[in-house]
């Protein structure tokens, strides 16, 4: 066997590196295990019937003392999000005279975030015709709470609450008086509330 063969064999037979891999006598450590994510919190089962309550701060004193609290019925549904995002739902309300306005007036938006319920009017309202050319219309801004997602009989928050009262001969296009309103009351206040009760 010439010098070249010789080489050759050696190199087979894996005793020397001769510029390639070999088996390594130190055993390789495991893969670092890919951390999980989180658990995230459940959504909070909001969904169902209920009756909400709106009351008015009671120094609105501009506001007729009848429409100081409005009771509606509502069906609350999921709507959106979840899975460590904002959860949405829609309130549909019944047991009123309500105005479709641009797809709103009878419905609004519920937004859950972990365990705190915050009412969203940032578009949309509520428009209620209480009687012939009179109507009222309630949006709000901030206003929420910490619930128990085991205990959600009944919900309520104080919110920046806003009541507009009109009374005009015009048909309502916008939540907001006409221009040629014989009446335009509005009351603006932090200490408003919504009430929420399961039925």
């Known amino acids: ?32 295990p890919i951390p999980s994510s989180p658990p995230q919190p459940p959504v909070i089962g909001l969904a169902g019937n209920y ?18 609290t409005r009771t509606y019925e509502a069906s609350i549904g999921y709507n959106s999000g979840g899975n460590g995002t904002p959860t949405w739902f829609r309130a549909y309300l019944l047991g009123a ?34 009687e012939p ?15 128990e997602p085991s205990n959600l009989s009944t919900i309520s928050a104080s919110f920046d609450g806003f009541f507009l009262y009109c009374v005009t001969n015009s048909e309502l296009k916008f939540p907001g008086c006409t221009a040629d309103a014989m009446t ?10 919504w ?3 399961r039925r």
Request: hydrophobic letters at 40%; a neutral charge.
């Open 1 to 32: 066997m010439n010098k070249r063969l010789a080489i050759l064999a050696i190199c087979a037979q894996g005793l020397v590196g001769c510029g390639g891999s070999h088996p390594s006598s130190t055993p390789l450590s495991p893969s670092a």
């Open 51 to 68: 009756i909400v309550t709106f009351e008015a701060d009671r120094s609105c004193e501009q506001l007729p003392g009848a429409l100081k």
């Open 97 to 130: 005279n309500f105005v479709d306005i641009q797809g709103w007036g009878q419905t609004f938006m519920i937004k859950v975030t972990d365990n705190f319920v915050h009412f969203d009017f940032s578009d949309s309202f509520i428009v209620e015709k209480v």
């Open 133 to 147: 050319g009179a109507y009222l219309t309630i949006n709000g801004g901030e206003g929420g709470i910490l619930v």
């Open 184 to 193: 335009n009351s509005t009351c603006r206040s932090k200490n408003s509330r």
């Open 195 to 197: 009430t929420l009760t």
